[in-house]
């Protein structure tokens, strides 16, 4: 696209992320290709959203008119928004000087519906050396084994992605019954239902990710326990469990079967040649990885009994 009118998405929900949302709105007003405006959707949260409407006159503020949750807020920015693509960045995100160009030139192709980025953490405090690159996205980051630059993925990461105006008119928007709500439970896979519906109703669009477009995504202290590694994996399972309900286990799978039999026994080969080198914390990641894999494995379950469980529920209910 020789000319971009981009509208930027930061969906918000909590005053202790204030820093954090500030720097994520800053560092899009810095951009080296300015967008037509920054949307920033408060979540449920009147005293938050009277503190950043005072603070923040650059953005347009607004609440969620949706029900609670990351989805509903998403839509409500997409909602209003006027660029013809709508790039989404985390609250506890920033983006790169260039990030909004190279997420325009992204673009170039008709054929491209939505564009994503390289997504680095930000350790809070340091990288725990147990955690296997392979699983960066329990914290929002791009991982180990994720498909190369300009390579068409099925889905985008939510802390860093675009799409044309018109793939919310083909698809619709993101499902409020999937991914972060209010609940405790870390879920997610809003983004990857929303991309699997947006591919089933357009079949020739093609998704990217473009590695020059970064932003780095703060990584907590709490979110670098093995406690919230365990409980993010088992939760992802759950959310696959849902997705897979509603598009099937063909698309709901693809990308995780060739993580699960080809990224991950390559990542515990690597530990292991990695601990006859003398790096004993390659023994941890390797456990690392046997051990998130068996989270999502048994949350994948437990939802998909859950989720049959509710359709022969409902069956019953109708034939009453």
């Excluded at 989805?71 to 609250?91: C, E, H, K, P, Q």
């Excluded at 791009?142 to 390579?151: F, K, N, Q, T, W």
Aim: charged share 20%; glycine share 10%; net charge positive.
């Amino acid at each position: 696209m020789a000319d971009c009118s981009i509208s930027v998405v930061i969906c918000a929900y909590t005053d202790k992320r204030w820093i954090q949302i500030c720097a994520a709105v800053n560092s899009v007003r810095a951009q080296s290709m300015p967008g037509v405006e920054i949307i920033l959707v408060v979540d449920h949260n009147p005293r938050l959203y009277q503190r950043l409407s005072a603070a923040l006159p650059e953005a347009t503020v607004v609440e969620n008119r949706e029900a609670p949750g990351l989805s509903g807020a998403r839509n409500t920015g997409v909602a209003i928004a006027r660029g013809d693509l709508v790039a989404f960045l985390d609250d506890d995100a920033a983006a790169e000087p260039d990030w909004l160009k190279f997420i325009c030139d992204s673009y170039a192709d008709p054929a491209v519906m939505g564009a994503g980025g390289l997504i680095l953490p930000r350790w809070e405090t340091s990288l725990p050396r147990w955690f296997p690159p392979e699983f960066y996205w329990v914290v929002g980051c791009s991982y180990l084994g994720m498909p190369g630059p300009h390579v068409p993925v099925r889905n985008l990461l939510g802390a860093n992605m675009s799409f044309r105006r018109e793939a919310f008119e083909i698809a619709g928007g993101f499902l409020t019954g999937v991914g972060r709500n209010s609940g405790k439970r870390p879920l997610g896979c809003e983004e990857t239902e929303f991309c699997i519906r947006l591919g089933r109703r357009s079949p020739d669009s093609v998704l990217l990710i473009e590695d020059r477009a970064v932003v780095s995504h703060l990584v907590p202290e709490s979110r670098c326990r093995f406690s919230y590694f365990t409980s993010r994996c088992y939760a992802e399972g759950l959310s696959k469990a849902l997705v897979t309900t509603i598009a099937g286990r063909v698309r709901g799978l693809s990308s995780e079967r060739h993580y699960a039999t080809r990224t991950l026994p390559k990542g515990m080969a690597r530990g292991v040649a990695d601990l006859f080198r003398g790096d004993l914390w390659a023994l941890a990641r390797s456990a690392a990885i046997a051990v998130g894999l068996a989270a999502a494995t048994a949350g994948y379950i437990v939802g998909s009994v859950r989720h049959r469980a509710g359709v022969r529920s409902r069956a019953t209910a109708g034939e009453r």
